[in-house]
């Protein structure tokens, strides 16, 4: 499959994509399509956001970035995989690759969608903080559509693993309760897991940063620490003129 195949099934027909990939699984030639497509997205979005300082950290960034959701989806995949196949979840290494890589490809997606408007507020604005912030919404916007998308297609594949039970009476009246399973400790966990793959990926945004490159300082290739990305984003919105 081509890559300007790929991303038209992806833009046309997403729900057919999704059942494939968590029927049989997408084939070797789909996965390669799929991740060529997505770092390619990327590293171009990467090079536009780091072309407002210079072209040392548009090619630093071009290469941050999909090392950015490519390392947070490494750390979490293993809990994920590990902690469903533990509650019950029959879907294979495969498929659930194949969904985090499908929901991955459709972050860099609605980055490239919106490479129009950063190109935009890069072209048009001096403001580095304000250039920063507006990068920082589009992130979240991208990376909330992704995870929704993975969230959705997880939460389905839930349900059919324990189908809702009716709660039903004996002959004197009494109610009898269902067997418990652990449809809601999956459903909890997904939930936890979302949540924790936002908190990573944000975190290691802020320890890979800079991705714009702070026109007042020097070039600098990694984050030195010592905070977060939510005190980094405060100070921005607050620094911003």
């Given at each position: 499959?081509?890559?300007?195949?790929?991303?038209?099934?992806?833009?046309?027909?997403?729900?057919?994509?999704?059942?494939?990939?968590?029927?049989?699984?997408?084939?070797?030639?789909?996965?390669?399509?799929?991740?060529?497509?997505?770092?390619?997205?990327?590293?171009?979005?990467?090079?536009?956001?780091?072309?407002?300082?210079?072209?040392?950290?548009?090619?630093?960034?071009?290469?941050?970035?999909?090392?950015?959701?490519?390392?947070?989806?490494?750390?979490?995949?293993?809990?994920?995989?590990?902690?469903?196949?533990?509650?019950?979840?029959?879907?294979?290494?495969k498929q659930l690759m194949g969904l985090l890589?499908?929901?991955?490809?459709?972050?860099?997606?609605?980055?490239?969608?919106?490479?129009?408007?950063?190109?935009?507020?890069?072209?048009?604005?001096?403001?580095?903080?304000?250039?920063?912030?507006?990068?920082?919404?589009?992130?979240?916007?991208?990376?909330?559509?992704?995870?929704?998308?993975f969230y959705a297609q997880m939460g389905e594949?839930?349900?059919?693993?324990?189908?809702?039970?009716?709660?039903?009476?004996?002959?004197?009246?009494?109610?009898?309760?269902?067997?418990?399973?652990?449809?809601?400790?999956?459903?909890?966990?997904?939930?936890?897991?979302?949540?924790?793959?936002?908190?990573?990926?944000?975190?290691?945004?802020?320890?890979?940063?800079?991705?714009?490159?702070?026109?007042?300082?020097?070039?600098?290739?990694?984050?030195?620490?010592?905070?977060?990305?939510?005190?980094?984003?405060?100070?921005?919105?607050?620094?911003?003129?």
């Amino acid at each position: 499959m081509s890559i300007s195949s790929t991303l038209q099934q992806l833009l046309r027909n997403k729900d057919e994509v999704v059942g494939r990939t968590l029927g049989e699984g997408l084939t070797t030639k789909e996965f390669t399509a799929l991740f060529t497509l997505c770092l390619g997205l990327m590293v171009g979005y990467g090079l536009l956001i780091g072309a407002r300082y210079d072209a040392l950290q548009a090619s630093v960034s071009a290469i941050k970035l999909p090392l950015l959701f490519l390392l947070t989806a490494v750390i979490c995949f293993p809990t994920l995989y590990m902690f469903l196949s533990y509650l019950g979840i029959r879907q294979g290494l495969k498929q659930l690759m194949g969904l985090l890589l499908l929901s991955l490809t459709y972050i860099s997606l609605v980055l490239a969608a919106f490479a129009p408007v950063t190109f935009f507020f890069l072209i048009t604005t001096n403001g580095y903080e304000f250039y920063k912030f507006i990068n920082i919404v589009v992130f979240g916007i991208a990376g909330f559509i992704g995870i929704r998308l993975f969230y959705a297609q997880m939460g389905e594949i839930i349900n059919a693993a324990w189908p809702t039970l009716q709660v039903t009476t004996d002959e004197t009246g009494h109610l009898i309760m269902p067997a418990t399973n652990n449809k809601q400790k999956a459903q909890w966990f997904l939930m936890a897991w979302a949540v924790m793959f936002a908190l990573i990926g944000a975190q290691l945004s802020y320890t890979l940063s800079p991705f714009f490159g702070d026109p007042t300082k020097t070039f600098i290739l990694i984050n030195e620490g010592g905070s977060n990305f939510f005190l980094d984003v405060r100070e921005t919105i607050r620094n911003i003129k």
